[in-house]
C-alpha cells in the first residue's frame, strides 16, 4: 500500500468526527501538498528524511512559485500526521516517522492596532461609503470578518442587546469553492453584549436591506443564504475579497496603508482593555479558546494597564503620606 492509497483509507473512513470545513481542509491539504509529492512512497518504506525533504521544499518553494508560510507547512503537518498515527494504530506502521522532523517555526505578526487618532479618521473615511457598516462592527466588536459577513438575523437580540456568534461566512479553498456557512474557528458559539451604538447600527442596518429588498422586487436572490444580515443590493452574500479591497482603499486615505481588516479587531481589544475590560471578558468576546492566549497576544498591552495602576497608586501614597504629615 502506498502513502497515497491509505489516505484515501484515512479520509474515508477515519475522519468522520471531524467537523465538515476541517475535513474539506483536510482533503485539500492531501490533494495539493501531500499526495503530489509523497503519494507513491509505500507506506512501510515511509522514513523521516523523506518527510523532512517535503517539508524543507515547501518552505524554499520552486521556480515561479515562492514557498509557504511556517504556519501553512505546520498545518500540513499535522494532517499527514495524523493520519501516520492512525496507522500506527492499525498496525501498519511500527513508529510515526512524522514525529522526528523539525518544522519551520511560526512567529506571530506584531499587531498594529490604530490608535485613538486613527480611530477618529478612520471613521470619518468610512461615513456614507459601502460596507460601513461592517466596518463600525468589527471595529467596535472584536468580530472576525467571516463572522461579521455570516451574521443572521436570528442571531441578534435587540431586546437584550446581544449578538449570538455561532457561524462564518467561508470559501471553499479550491478553486471557483462555494461559499458556506461553517462553525466557528473553535467549534464554540458565544454570546457577546455589544455596545448600544453597535445594536443602533444594526437596526438601521435592517431598515437598509428592507428598502434594498423593496426596490430589488422579484430579482432579490439570497442564493441559499435567506438571513444573512449583510447582502448586496440584489440579496446575495457578500464577498469576502470585495469587502478587503474596500477598506484597504479607505485605509490608504487616510495614510494606513499598511492596514490589514483584522486590525480593527485587534483594535477594540486594545480598546477593551484600556477602558478596563478584564482579561477574561475580552477573551469570550474575542471568541479565543482561552485567557492565556488573550494575554499571549494582547500582553503588551496589560503591561501597560500594569504601569498605570502603578503610577496611580503612587499618587494615592503620596496623597496618604502628605495627609498624614
Known amino acids: 500500500m502506498t502513502l497515497g492509497q491509505w489516505l484515501d483509507v484515512w479520509e474515508r473512513e477515519y475522519i468522520g468526527d471531524v467537523k465538515p470545513f476541517t475535513v474539506r481542509s483536510y482533503s485539500d491539504q492531501i490533494r495539493n501538498h501531500i499526495k503530489p509529492a509523497l503519494g507513491a512512497v509505500k507506506l512501510s518504506a ?9 517539508y524543507n521544499g515547501l518552505q524554499r518553494g520552486t ?7 511556517p504556519k501553512t507547512i505546520k498545518n500540513i503537518h499535522g494532517v499527514l500526521h495524523r493520519a501516520l ?49 461592517i466596518f463600525k462592527i468589527d471595529l467596535f466588536t472584536g468580530m472576525r470578518q467571516g463572522e461579521i459577513l455570516g451574521l443572521t438575523w436570528g442571531c441578534l437580540d435587540f431586546e437584550r442587546g446581544t449578538i ?53 422586487g422579484e430579482t432579490w436572490d439570497t442564493g441559499g443564504f435567506p438571513d444573512l444580515v449583510f447582502t448586496n443590493e440584489t440579496g446575495g452574500h457578500l464577498v469576502h475579497h470585495t469587502v478587503y479591497r474596500h477598506f484597504k482603499q479607505l485605509a490608504a486615505q487616510i495614510g494606513l496603508s499598511d492596514a490589514r481588516f483584522h486590525d480593527l479587531r485587534h483594535s477594540y481589544a486594545v480598546a477593551a482593555l484600556q477602558s478596563g475590560d478584564d482579561i477574561k471578558t ?9 485567557a492565556a492566549f488573550t494575554l499571549d497576544v494582547y500582553g503588551h498591552v496589560s503591561e501597560k494597564m500594569k504601569q498605570d495602576s502603578a503610577n496611580r497608586m503612587e499618587q494615592f501614597i503620596k496623597s496618604v503620606e502628605k495627609g498624614s504629615k
Request: with cysteine; aromatic share 4%.
Open 46 to 54: 515511509l522514513a523521516s528524511p523523506d518527510i523532512q525533504k517535503f
Open 63 to 69: 521556480e515561479g512559485k515562492g514557498g509557504l508560510s
Open 85 to 133: 498515527v492512525q496507522a500506527v494504530e492499525l498496525g501498519y506502521l511500527r513508529y510515526n516517522p512524522a514525529d522526528a522532523c523539525k518544522l519551520p517555526r511560526v512567529t506571530r505578526k506584531a499587531i498594529k492596532p490604530l490608535e485613538s487618532g486613527e480611530i477618529a479618521a478612520f471613521l470619518n473615511a468610512i461615513q456614507g461609503r459601502p460596507f460601513e457598516a
Open 164 to 216: 449570538l456568534i455561532e457561524k462564518q461566512l467561508q470559501r471553499e479553498k479550491k478553486k471557483g469553492g462555494a461559499y458556506l456557512l461553517e462553525p466557528l474557528k473553535n467549534d464554540k458559539s458565544r454570546v457577546i453584549t455589544p455596545a448600544p451604538t453597535v445594536m443602533q447600527e444594526l437596526r438601521q442596518q435592517r431598515t437598509r436591506q428592507r428598502i434594498q429588498r423593496l426596490a430589488a
Open 282 to 290: 475580552v477573551q469570550e468576546t474575542l471568541g479565543h479558546h482561552t
